[in-house]
């Protein structure tokens, strides 16, 4: 017998065969099991997920010899000729090639005449955005009110294109892509029926090719077993699919992580030697960037199944999210721009540098903890002596003991630093940073707020507050927030730091060799937000 592709050998002949669609699918079977069927379907959706496939079982539900029902018997001669494509009531047109007013007037001049075996004539109508819109009018009428012994299945991956009065008369179903595990499923499922060897991470590559297409997924398996003569092997789909290493590809990123400007070119030269195309490599490197700031934000998220799965996770570790976002900006930028570049991979090393120049220094945002007495101030003598260097706590004076603040903390920056330690969440925080130290009176220390942010003040924060200074340094009992006019806070400050290194990314922007390049040759504008 003639071989026959997979993608055919394998097309579902019933419901319980499809793969995902389970939406499209229950409502189809319930409509058949209580005869509430609509005169007229539309299915959409990219290519290969069961639009065609569908249909045709549908059309196999109408007219099998048992009885309408959602799941025909596949034995009947009715069944056997949709199946095998010559059932005479079942009239399937390519919209592609019929696309005249002329053919669709043929077409429904047939319409009338009752069906020739069937319970049910079925016109299933592929691709039906290509008719003409003449076409679509010569279709309205019969598609409102066709006689009852006919229905109308529609099927295209371009639904936009369809008028309003085609879709508000049809019964749409919106197909989905297939998620990645099912097609994965689904080829496992294959192979070992078909009794072929393979490996699990030759299969996955696959998938991930397919991009939710079971029809591309199922082509891609076919040519890979020619490919590799019989067996799959992750390598040979590999090099079939032109796909990269992706160890190296994350190698590059953690290097780039660890601010190692050598190893990122030790990285570029080692992918090199697979003479790859590197907008596929940018492209690689900005899912995992994806991946790394879903894994930031919820780590749950992660699937640990995927081989990368640690490595993400370790990355998310080390990069801060603003990190992330910086680099995914600078990557798909690089991607435009890449076929601008006069060789691809010098341009791909300029991306790869500039993630690394234009990283943001996270040290001055993120202070590191510093513990009261861990600076001591030197002119203060009465400071009571550290106990530990390690030790988080402060020695606590008697409550008789008034002491100014200055003692302890020898300027506000200093209580900024300590907030920044704390961990307090968003709002706390916010309150914390915003209060300027002022005085400590045994263990009541006294903070004043600036009016206008006298809204961060409530009783809840204030007593967070009290609570996680007590925890982590054992005083004050309680703090005093009164709320003053004009006060220079460590918020304030800290905005100013921001404000001077925003001017610093903008000078170093604006004197941006590339960037002045496409000032001054292609009439683009700079805006920094
Ligand atoms: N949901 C699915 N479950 C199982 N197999 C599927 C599914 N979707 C597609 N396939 C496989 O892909 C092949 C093509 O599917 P089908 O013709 O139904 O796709 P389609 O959505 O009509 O695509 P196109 O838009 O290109 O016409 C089928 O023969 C089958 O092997
Ligand atoms: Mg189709
Ligand atoms: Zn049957």
Redesign the pocket.
């Known amino acids: 017998m003639a071989y026959q592709v997979l993608?055919?050998k394998?097309?579902?002949r019933n419901f319980p065969?499809?793969?995902?669609?389970a939406h499209v699918l229950r409502a189809l079977t319930n409509a058949l099991a209580n005869n509430r069927l609509h005169h007229a379907y539309l299915f959409t959706?990219t290519?290969?997920?069961?639009?065609?496939?569908?249909a045709r079982i549908l059309a196999k539900s109408l007219n099998c010899e048992k009885g309408v029902t959602a799941y025909p018997c596949g034995e009947c001669t009715a069944c056997h000729e949709v199946d095998e494509g010559r059932f005479v009531d079942l009239i399937e047109v390519d919209a592609a090639s019929r696309t005249k007013v002329e053919d669709t007037r043929d077409l429904l001049d047939n319409v009338q005449y009752a069906p020739t075996r069937g319970r049910y004539k079925v016109y299933l109508i592929?691709e039906v955005h290509m008719l003409s819109a003449h076409s679509f009018n010569a279709l309205l009428k019969t598609l409102e009110e066709p006689p009852p012994h006919v229905k109308f299945l529609l099927?295209t991956?371009d639904p936009q294109k369809l008028p309003p009065t085609i879709l508000s008369r049809c019964l749409q179903f919106n197909?989905k892509r297939?998620p990645l595990e099912q097609i994965i499923q689904?080829l496992t499922k294959i192979v070992e029926e078909e009794g072929i060897s393979s490996e699990l991470p030759a299969l996955r590559l696959l998938a991930q090719a397919a991009d939710g297409s079971?029809?591309d997924a199922?082509s891609l398996l076919d040519q890979a077993i020619a490919y590799g003569a019989g067996s799959l092997s992750e390598d040979d789909v590999g090099s079939m699919l032109g796909s990269l290493d992706q160890k190296t590809v994350r190698e590059l990123i953690q290097v780039l992580a660890a601010k190692d400007a050598s190893g990122v070119l030790q990285q570029i030269a080692l992918l090199s030697a697979q003479n790859p195309d590197f907008v596929t490599v940018l492209g690689d490197i900005l899912s995992l960037l994806q991946k790394i700031a879903i894994a930031q934000v919820v780590p749950t998220a992660v699937d640990t199944n995927q081989p990368d799965s640690e490595a993400i996770l370790q990355i998310a570790q080390q990069l801060s999210p603003e990190e992330v976002q910086l680099f995914y900006q600078i990557g798909l930028l690089g991607r435009r721009d890449l076929p601008l570049a006069p060789e691809q991979r010098g341009g791909f090393e300029m991306v790869m540098l500039r993630m690394l120049a234009f990283r943001p220094d996270t040290t001055l945002e993120q202070p590191p903890p510093q513990t009261i007495q861990q600076q001591p101030p030197q002119n203060r003598p009465q400071t009571p002596p550290s106990t530990s260097a390690h030790s988080p706590t402060v020695t606590t004076p008697t409550n008789s003991q008034t002491a100014p603040l200055a003692q302890v903390l020898s300027n506000n920056d200093e209580w900024g630093n300590i907030v920044h330690s704390l961990g307090l969440p968003g709002f706390v925080k916010q309150l914390a940073l915003n209060c300027k130290l002022k005085e400590r009176e045994g263990d009541i220390w006294h903070f004043t707020l600036s009016s206008d942010k006298k809204f961060l003040l409530t009783e809840s924060r204030k007593r967070k507050i009290e609570e996680v200074l007590q925890k982590q340094y054992n005083s004050p009992k309680s703090i005093h927030i009164c709320v003053e006019r004009e006060t220079e806070t460590s918020a304030v400050q800290q905005q100013d730091v921001q404000e001077s290194r925003q001017q610093y990314v903008v000078k170093a922007a604006e004197n941006d060799p590339f960037i002045i390049y496409m000032k001054e040759n292609c009439g683009a504008r700079m805006t920094i937000k």
């Open positions: 993608a055919r394998w097309r579902p065969e499809m793969v995902g669609q959706g290519r290969g997920v069961g639009k065609t496939t569908i592929d099927a991956t197909l297939l689904h079971l029809r199922l």
